[in-house]
DNA sequence: TTTGGAAAATAAACAGTGTTCAGTATATTT
DNA sequence: AAATATACTGAACACTGTTTATTTTCCAAA
């Protein structure tokens, strides 16, 4: 009798196909040309079935953030494999930074746009930005025991390393940069040697 | 015969009064919840009429932004008064948390949005953000002249600055510390304290 | 003071959005 | 085969930014 079993695997594979096509809309088209009719109309549905499986939008947009997430993930194991600690640390700095060049509609997503972030508003954690950040918490905590770096407390360490990139980087997505009279390839190029130089300064 | 002068002062008059209504209906309700109609309905106007006086709702809202850079500066004008020069880059990145912590609403139009960026995307400058750029700047130069600080060059000790801080603010705003699962407060003083850290290391 | 033309304001529409709901088609159970 | 439960959709609601044709208001010359 595995009738049931067989909707709900049915009704799984239906989300991942919305959350395929919305993700892969994301990065053609950026956030601001998908709509659920768009969606919809891309897996041949009516707008009114993707609620039947997501109760609105923000909800999908979390499952679209998770698996944004999820390439971010690889990237970090892709590019982290130093022996010393620190030197992770700025192997994922740099991976970071990338990930978000080469895909500025994920990070979006992920860590500036407001709607995902409605979701669990129940007081509880932010699941999908768990695993990242872990990563960097546990590699700044390591750094910290070996005294590798000048910072005492990890999550200040671990709020501070992070915030410096993502300053950086959200900036430059939304063009404010362009205050600083800046080509493209120039702000690129300040970017990288203001975290080369901060890795430097945190250094113990 | 001042009937062309007055012609155009009314109109200068009625952006004005365009431009208080949004930015008080801004700071109240909201970026989500300003629409052309709602800020026609507030000055009594028909939407249409807004569109004799702004080309589109990014022009208005860079308008608005204007605006709220006038504020920020205001606050940095009370708050930058001391001797020293980086005694007084203490000062204003405090200040610009504070800001962003008073006004939110107006802090995300500056900083975070896209919407009113488009505006003059002809290769121009952002002529809004450039006095408290410049205002950061002079203060880092000074700072870099009488080694204060371990920059050398202005720009990147000035984009570093002012990232860090930024970071912090819009991770904030967009509460994507939950992942950090502190609350509210904790938050805070986790922002100022690392800011002071921050501050502390790149002194010379 | 009336009239003609310019300027200002608007009602209504267009094309789009997220979302809901009544009704239809399909699948499963009795 | 009939009754029921599930899956889906067309159409609507209440919005959004924006445009256009029309009306109202203003002002200067006849």
């Known amino acids: 009798m595995g009738i049931t079993e067989r909707k709900e695997r049915e009704r799984a594979e239906m989300r991942r196909r919305i959350v395929d096509v919305a993700i892969k809309m994301f990065v053609e088209d950026g956030y601001e040309k998908v709509s659920i009719r768009n969606i ?4 041949e549905y009516s707008p009114a079935t993707i609620y039947l499986y997501y ?3 923000d ?4 499952d679209v953030q998770h698996e944004a997430f999820a390439t971010l993930s690889e990237e970090f194991a892709k590019h982290i494999n130093h ?3 620190f030197k992770r640390l700025e192997q994922l700095a740099f991976a970071y930074v ?4 080469d895909h500025p509609e994920l990070y979006d997503l992920m860590f500036i746009i407001k709607a995902p972030m409605n979701v669990e508003h129940d007081e509880e954690k932010w ?11 546990n590699l700044v905590s390591e750094c910290i025991e070996k005294k590798l770096i000048r910072f005492k407390d990890p999550t200040v360490a671990t709020l501070s390393v992070w915030a410096f990139a993502h300053g950086f ?36």
Request: aromatic share 10%.
């Open 40 to 43: 919809a109309d891309k897996i």
């Open 55 to 57: 109760k609105d939008k």
């Open 59 to 62: 909800e999908l947009l979390y």
């Open 83 to 85: 022996k010393e600690p």
């Open 98 to 101: 990338q990930f978000a060049r």
């Open 127 to 137: 699941k999908n930005g768990d695993p990242a950040y872990d990563a960097l918490y």
């Open 169 to 204: 980087i959200s900036l430059d997505l939304r063009c404010r940069f362009k205050v600083a009279g800046l080509t493209g390839e120039e702000i690129n190029k300040v970017v990288d040697q203001s975290i080369k130089e901060y890795l430097h300064i945190i250094k113990v």
